[in-house]
């Protein structure tokens, strides 16, 4: 049962368009939310967080926007660039026992074109 | 400084051999973590160290795997009797501790059992 789900496995986009990664959580016991950017015979590099007592986080052309209720968060990136073309990972980590354990989704490769 | 670091960066064994993969975290991080990412899949927790406390191993898939850090430090994932399921990449995080959220990766050892 996947509790970090991301629903598109890949994503096209334009040079100096916005890119939206999505990902949805099924855990309540997440607090705490990462993305990470992975290029190919590399580790996941952090990107960008939001803790669960904010909506939004942002950082440069990177905004994490949260919507609790809907128990789902989105990953904007403007403007996009060939840069930006890489594996993009979700992941949770939940409040209390285990908080230090990451729940990753499955990833979304994201192309830009030039 | 440096990053994490793991070696070998590939392996390719027979069914049935063991295997060992090491880990070098970042200096001074006291907490460490291996992952494995299988073709497809996200990330997949597996065991996780902090100081000198008892690891978790609740991720562990089962009793060929095992893994020990040496002077809270440099850590190693044994796989005995590999099989064909166990090929995967597998991947080492550090942090400063289990109440900082960001975990750094290494690069990974894509592990191949023939």
């Known amino acids: 049962d996947q509790q970090v789900k991301q629903n598109s496995p890949s994503l096209s986009v334009q040079e100096g368009r916005i890119s939206i990664l999505n990902c949805d959580y099924t855990?309540?016991?997440?607090?705490?939310f990462l993305w990470y950017k992975k290029y190919p015979a590399e580790g996941p590099t952090f990107l960008i967080s939001i803790s669960s007592i904010k909506d939004k986080n942002e950082d440069g052309r990177f905004t994490v926007f949260l919507n609790k209720s809907a128990k789902h968060l989105s990953l904007h990136i403007v403007p996009s660039q060939p840069g930006d073309s890489a594996v993009y990972f979700c992941a949770a980590k939940p409040s209390g026992a285990g908080s230090y354990q990451l729940t990753f989704g499955k990833g979304t490769k994201l192309s830009v074109i030039p | 400084g440096a990053g994490v670091s793991q070696s070998p960066s590939n392996k390719v064994t027979e069914k049935g051999k063991d295997v060992e993969l090491r880990c070098d975290p970042i200096s001074g991080h006291t907490a460490l973590y291996w992952y494995r990412q299988s073709l497809g899949q996200g990330l997949e927790f597996l065991i996780y160290f902090q100081g000198n406390s008892a690891p978790d191993k609740s991720g562990l898939p089962s009793d060929r795997f095992s893994a020990e850090r040496t002077g809270g430090s440099v850590s190693t994932l044994t796989i005995q009797r590999t099989q064909q399921e166990d090929s995967a990449v597998y991947l080492c995080?550090?942090?400063?501790?289990?109440?900082?959220?960001?975990?750094?990766f290494g690069p990974g050892t894509r592990l191949t059992v023939l």
């Open positions: 995080a550090s942090s400063l501790g289990q109440l900082y959220n960001e975990q750094f």
């Open positions: 855990n309540s016991m997440f607090d705490y």
